[in-house]
């Protein structure tokens, strides 16, 4: 009950993401197993140590759990006892004293310029309207940096075609404003006057199923997956979440300030938006090496 109560809190008081609230009920409802399971009775969050909760993590460790999904678990209950004690529930938090190492920092992957160019320049057939949906949703996730979640939530009376713009709701139900070009422009009128003809322009959502039913992440992530040709596109990863990563490169590449950059990603932090300066520099390097004549040059 006291979980319930937590998880109620997170999403209608701190306007916590489905997302975000339904990682939280798997790790500490996987704690409270841990815990019924040791001990032979039911859980009692109030009774858990911090012995406990060290013991549980060693556990999931030894399962081959990585340190990026250790820390979030500690967090979640290190969240969840600070809820307790705002409660008046307990006057402890077994779980604030926890530390896991830091995951190795990795580079976001991204689509190189010539390359997802190449792509969106390439013909493709513009009476079908699936076809149309599918490059339409490549063009959204490149040119405004949006998220999967954003982009499948993306109403349709949200999108000013006129005025170049379009409001989507992020993280926590903050709302940003992006603007866009005249090329994502064309495609949506046009995309929307097939949808019309196909009489599916009842749907709230701009992007949807041929039945006029939303789409869900799976799809999306098979859409992009299948456009992204490994033959023509060389990156590691052929994600939704690439193309958010090679729109915030590009722009910064080609001087946009980086404040910008984190409004348009809807970065709640600049240091976020930070690590794409290192994906610029890691390309200017490249160039460099490329280039200049004595870059290759052993020394003496």
């Known amino acids: 009950m006291m979980v319930e109560r937590y998880l109620t ?18 790790d500490i409802r996987q704690f409270a197993d841990y815990c019924s399971n040791t001990a032979g009775t039911d859980f009692n969050p109030v009774n858990a140590t911090n012995s406990d909760i060290r013991a549980w993590i060693a556990t999931l460790s030894r399962r081959g759990d990585n340190r990026r999904t250790l820390r979030r678990k500690v967090q979640s209950l290190r969240s969840f006892y600070k809820y307790l004690m705002l409660m008046g529930v307990t006057d402890r938090n077994p779980a604030v004293d926890i530390a896991i190492a ?83 422009k064309s495609m949506i009128d046009h995309y929307r006057a097939l949808r019309r003809e196909k009489g599916i322009d009842h749907a709230p959502q701009l992007l949807t199923r041929p039945d006029g039913q939303p789409l869900y992440a799976r799809i999306v992530n098979s859409i992009v997956g299948k456009i992204l040709d490994p033959d023509a596109i060389h990156a590691p990863r052929r994600s939704p979440h690439v193309l958010r990563h090679t729109f915030a490169s590009d722009m910064l590449n080609n001087g946009a300030d980086l404040n910008a950059v984190q409004q348009l990603l809807g970065h709640s932090s600049l240091s976020t938006t930070q690590i794409y300066t290192h994906i610029s520099y890691r390309e200017l390097k490249q160039n460099y090496q490329l280039a200049h004549p004595r870059a290759q040059k052993k020394g003496g």
């Open 9 to 26: 809190y997170l999403r209608c008081e701190l306007n916590y993401s489905v997302h975000t609230v339904s990682s939280y009920s798997r």
């Open 102 to 184: 830091r995951p190795t920092a990795t580079l976001p992957a991204f689509i190189r310029s010539e390359e997802i160019n190449s792509l969106l320049d390439s013909e493709y057939d513009t009476t079908d309207l699936i076809e149309c949906r599918n490059r339409l949703i490549i063009t959204l996730l490149y040119t405004t940096g949006m998220r999967r979640a954003e982009l499948i939530g993306l109403l349709d009376r949200n999108i000013d075609t006129s005025r170049g713009e379009l409001k989507v709701l992020g993280k926590r139900n903050k709302e940003r404003v992006i603007p866009f070009g005249n090329e994502l």
